[in-house]
Each structure stands twice: as structure tokens, then as C-alpha cells.
């Protein structure tokens, strides 16, 4: 009787340790676990219009591309061969927004907001912030309930400061739509997208390189003007101001910058994706429920 009490009770922990893996689909839905792919926006017109995140960096991306830094093909160098980078001398412009993604932590404000940069990395993005462009805000879905590690983008084509950083004309599934052809090389067919579309392209930065798979996803977000932010001027005539569709990204390092010391050892590329840290941990449970139920034993 004991025992059995005992084992269930260490058996319910399972489920809590298998979200430390990355799902298939390499991220959670953050509807499933109350929260949104809609951003929460202040002072909008009318109150309480919201954005989309219509952008995310798989989980199953190699490990190094999801840690938040520069060095090391990190997030940041990720971004740079993207074409985008901190904001304008380090100056933090404009309001923040928050994003709940379902993983625990609960509504909370962007990591931070990346600008195109011109082609150049160090200064371009003060031309982006006085003149528009294009430019995203991002999460990590890294809270203890839904931890996948997988990168959430909303992305969106603003117009100059002069206009008060409005949005342009369908420039939520454009500002979408440029990232994914900056990777390929090619103009993307917004009206045309659907669930099954596809892509891919190489990207690099300061002797990184990407090589990024693109899938399209539906069911994330709706396909509507309805709640959305800019609904009065960002629509094409007679259609929704966000497509519904999600584009999913899924990185992998094709070669790294062996100049650099400190990365040509641990972000040799492909070597430690998510799926090498699901499996310790699934080696390791066992272990753990092992030791507990003999633990129980001798105490009984
Ligand atoms: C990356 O480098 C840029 C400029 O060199 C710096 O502004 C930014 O804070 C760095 N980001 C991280 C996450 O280290
Ligand atoms: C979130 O950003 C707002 C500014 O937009 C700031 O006032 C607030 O302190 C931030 N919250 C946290 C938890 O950093
Ligand atoms: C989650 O990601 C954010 C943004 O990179 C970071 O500041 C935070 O420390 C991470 N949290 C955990 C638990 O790793
Ligand atoms: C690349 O991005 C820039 C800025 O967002 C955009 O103007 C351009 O059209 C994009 N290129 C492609 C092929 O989508
Ligand atoms: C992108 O495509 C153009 C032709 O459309 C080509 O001239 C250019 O070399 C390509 N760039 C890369 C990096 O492949
Ligand atoms: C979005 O909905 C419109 C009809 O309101 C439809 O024409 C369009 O094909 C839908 N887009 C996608 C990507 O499903
Ligand atoms: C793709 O979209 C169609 C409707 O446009 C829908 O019926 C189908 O279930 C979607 N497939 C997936 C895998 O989401
Ligand atoms: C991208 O890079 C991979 C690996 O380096 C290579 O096999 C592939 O041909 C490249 N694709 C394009 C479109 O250049
Ligand atoms: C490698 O990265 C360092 C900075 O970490 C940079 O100075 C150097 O130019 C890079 N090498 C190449 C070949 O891009
Ligand atoms: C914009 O969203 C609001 C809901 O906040 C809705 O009442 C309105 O009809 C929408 N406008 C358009 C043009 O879709
Ligand atoms: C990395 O990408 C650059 C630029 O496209 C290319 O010249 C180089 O051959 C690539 N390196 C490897 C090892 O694939
Ligand atoms: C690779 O994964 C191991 C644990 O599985 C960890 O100790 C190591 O720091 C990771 N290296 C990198 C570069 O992420």
C-alpha cells in the first residue's frame, strides 16, 4: 500500500521533468497553458489592441543560436546575418510590450528590440529608428512549465518617427515575409503562403554560418483585423491585417569561426541540440526514481 502511494507520488513528477525536453514540433503552443501569440501593447487606439508573434526560432535549432549572446554564433551573431541589430547606439526607444508565452512566467516584457541595420552593423539601426524599417521584439519561451528554448518574434515593417512609428501597409506578414526572404534570397509570395509552405537559405556573420529551414504554421494565430493593432491602416484592401500564419525557423551552425578561441570548442556545430539534453535527462530519471524508492524501502 505504501509503496504504491509512494510510487505514484514520485511518478507524477515525471510529466513536470519531460518539459524539460523540446517538443517535436520544437516549441509549446502558448494558448495551451494560458498564453497568446498576441502581445500586450500599451496606449493603443482603441485600448487593448494587441501584435503578433509571427515568427519563432525553433527549439530544435542547435543549442548555441538560442543562448542570448554575441560570441560563440550566439542569438545576437544569429541576428546580425539576419540583417538586424540592437537598437541605435544602445538608446532604448518606444514602449515596451509584453508577451505571456504559456511557460510559467507569466506576462512579461521583451527581451529586447532588434532593428535592420542597413548593412551596417554598428550604426545602421539609427537609420531604421529615424527613417522605418524593419524590426521585431523578441521572448524565450525558457519558464520551468513550457521550457523549449524556442525564440518568439513579432515582427512588423514601421514607418519613419516622423509618423509616429506607425505600421505600413500589410507590414505585419511583410516585416515576416522580408526576414524570410533575406535568408533566401528571394521575394517571398505573401498572398500565396499557406500551412504548407517551405523554405531555406544560408545566412553568416563574422565567420558563422546558418543554414535555416522555414516552415509555415496555421493554428497559432488567428487569421483576422479583429483586436489587432494599426487594423484601420494596415489591411490591403478587403483583407485581414494578420495572415494567421507563423513562419517557424529552424537553425543549425554549417561552419564556425575557428579565429575565435573561446567558440571553436564548445559550439562545434550540430553537437549539443536539444535533443542530446533530453536525453540526459531521461537517463537520468530513472537514477533518480531508483535511488528515492530505495530510500523508501530502508526507511520502511
Ligand atoms: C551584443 O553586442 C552589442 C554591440 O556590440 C551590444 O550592444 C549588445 O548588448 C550585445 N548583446 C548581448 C546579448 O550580449
Ligand atoms: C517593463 O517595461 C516598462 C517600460 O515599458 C517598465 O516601466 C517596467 O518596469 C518593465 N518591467 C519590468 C519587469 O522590467
Ligand atoms: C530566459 O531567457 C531570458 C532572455 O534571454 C533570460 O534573461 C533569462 O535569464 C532566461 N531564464 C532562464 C531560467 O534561463
Ligand atoms: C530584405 O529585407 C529588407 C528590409 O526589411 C527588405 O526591404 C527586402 O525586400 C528584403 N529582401 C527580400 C528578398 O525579401
Ligand atoms: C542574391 O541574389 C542576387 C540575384 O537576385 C545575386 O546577385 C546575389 O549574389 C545573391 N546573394 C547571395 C548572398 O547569394
Ligand atoms: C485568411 O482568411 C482569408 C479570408 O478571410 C482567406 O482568403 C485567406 O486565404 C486566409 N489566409 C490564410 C493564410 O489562410
Ligand atoms: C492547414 O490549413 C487548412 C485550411 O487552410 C486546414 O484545413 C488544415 O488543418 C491546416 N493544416 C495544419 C497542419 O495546420
Ligand atoms: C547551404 O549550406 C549548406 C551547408 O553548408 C549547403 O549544403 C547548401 O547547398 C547551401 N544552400 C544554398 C541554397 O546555398
Ligand atoms: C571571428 O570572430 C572575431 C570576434 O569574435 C572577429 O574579430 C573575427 O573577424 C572573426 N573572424 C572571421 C573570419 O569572421
Ligand atoms: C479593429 O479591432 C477592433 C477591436 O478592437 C474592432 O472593433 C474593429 O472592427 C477592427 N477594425 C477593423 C477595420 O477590422
Ligand atoms: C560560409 O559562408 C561563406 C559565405 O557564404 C562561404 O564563403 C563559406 O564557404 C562558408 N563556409 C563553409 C565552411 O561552408
Ligand atoms: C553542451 O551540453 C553539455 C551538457 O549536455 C553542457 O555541459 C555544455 O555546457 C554544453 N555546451 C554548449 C556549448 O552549450
Known amino acids: 500500500m505504501h509503496y504504491s502511494v509512494v510510487i505514484s507520488g514520485l ?39 494587441q501584435e503578433p508573434i509571427n515568427m519563432i526560432i525553433s527549439g530544435n535549432s542547435d543549442s548555441a543560436v538560442s543562448i542570448d549572446q554575441n560570441s560563440s554564433g550566439g542569438l545576437q551573431n544569429y541576428f546580425n546575418s539576419l540583417g538586424f541589430a540592437g537598437e541605435c547606439l544602445g538608446e532604448h ?4 510590450q509584453q508577451a505571456n508565452l504559456g511557460d510559467g512566467n507569466g506576462l512579461i516584457n521583451q527581451t529586447a528590440v532588434m532593428r535592420w541595420d542597413y548593412g551596417n552593423v554598428q550604426t545602421g539601426t539609427c537609420e531604421e529608428t529615424v527613417d522605418g524599417g524593419n524590426h521585431f521584439r523578441y521572448w524565450v519561451q525558457n519558464g520551468s512549465s513550457a521550457d523549449s528554448n524556442a525564440i518568439f518574434m513579432a515582427t512588423s515593417y514601421e514607418l519613419p518617427a516622423s509618423t509616429n512609428h506607425d505600421i505600413v501597409t500589410n507590414g505585419y506578414n511583410l516585416g515576416r515575409d522580408y526576414v524570410i526572404g533575406n535568408i533566401t534570397n528571394s521575394t517571398i509570395p505573401t498572398e500565396s503562403l499557406s500551412n504548407s509552405s517551405t ?20 493554428g497559432l494565430l488567428p487569421n483576422t483585423s479583429v483586436g489587432i493593432n494599426h487594423n484601420l491602416t494596415v489591411p490591403v484592401d478587403g483583407q485581414n491585417a494578420i495572415d494567421g ?56
Do not use: H, R
Not at 36 to 46: A, F, H, I, K, N
Not at 245 to 268: D, F, H, P, R, Y
Open 11 to 49: 511518478l507524477s513528477i515525471i510529466p513536470g521533468l519531460a518539459f524539460a525536453s523540446v517538443p517535436s514540433q520544437g516549441y509549446f503552443d502558448p494558448s495551451s497553458n494560458g498564453g497568446s501569440m498576441l502581445t500586450t501593447v500599451e496606449d493603443t487606439s482603441p485600448l487593448g489592441q
Open 93 to 96: 526607444l518606444g514602449n515596451d
Open 199 to 218: 523554405f531555406s537559405g544560408n545566412t553568416s556573420f563574422n565567420g558563422f554560418n546558418y543554414s535555416t529551414s522555414i516552415q509555415y504554421v496555421s
Open 245 to 300: 500564419l507563423v513562419a517557424v525557423l529552424t537553425v543549425k551552425i554549417t561552419a564556425t569561426n575557428t579565429s575565435s578561441g573561446s567558440s571553436s570548442s564548445s559550439s562545434s556545430s550540430g553537437s549539443n541540440n536539444s535533443g542530446v539534453l533530453g536525453l540526459s535527462v531521461s537517463w537520468k530519471l530513472p537514477t533518480v526514481i531508483g535511488v528515492l524508492i530505495s530510500a523508501c524501502f530502508v526507511s520502511l
